[in-house]
């Protein structure tokens, strides 16, 4: 339902945020469109790896719907792949989830936590009704927003810290 990522960007010394949320059935082939423009950028820019938490299950999803949709993309082929669920996992030997791991980081959210389950619902009566975005409340559509924009963002500042943070030894 939302695409999000981010990155530093050297010359403005700032985190820039792009996210696509979908409208409706037929905002899909766009979004995986922009999607595709947004990682052939971001290699531009010599950014080489994609930095996920359980990641997996989304780059399952965005290979199965380009190739679906016949867009001519292979992240792999251009990114590195890092998951940091599964590097926490490396290091200290047990799971975590990413609202955990915030806290080791102590990295507090602006916005209230929102259910994998609710969102996945959310999404499902978006893709059914062509209206329902319209009807959904603004600070509805929002909060989804700015809690995908804290997840990615979370992600970053996990990034600059984690020999300080995970592995202090």
């Given amino acids: 339902g939302v695409f999000g990522c981010c990155y530093y ?14 409208e409706n059935k037929k905002d899909a082939l766009t979004i995986l469109h922009l999607g595709k423009k947004y990682f052939q950028d971001m290699y531009k820019k010599n950014k080489r790896h994609i930095v996920t938490f359980a990641g997996n299950n989304d780059f399952t999803m965005i290979n199965y719907l380009f190739e679906k949709y016949n ?19 490396k290091v200290k ?3 975590i989830g990413l609202k955990m791991l915030e806290k080791e980081f102590n990295i507090e959210r602006e916005s209230e936590l929102i259910s994998g389950h609710n969102l ?10 062509n209206d329902y975005i319209n009807r959904m409340p603004d600070d509805k559509k929002e909060k989804i927003l700015l809690y995908n924009r804290q997840d990615v963002v979370s992600l970053f500042y996990m990034c600059v810290n984690w020999f300080k943070i995970i592995e202090k030894e």
Avoid: G
């Fill in 71 to 89: 867009i001519d993309y292979d992240i792999k082929e251009h990114f590195t792949h890092v998951d940091l669920q599964r590097e926490y996992e």
């Fill in 93 to 95: 030997k047990t799971s």
């Fill in 120 to 129: 996945a619902k959310t999404f499902a009566k978006v893709i059914k009704d």
């Fill in 9 to 22: 960007d050297e010359e403005l010394h700032a985190i820039k945020t792009t996210q696509y949320m979908i």
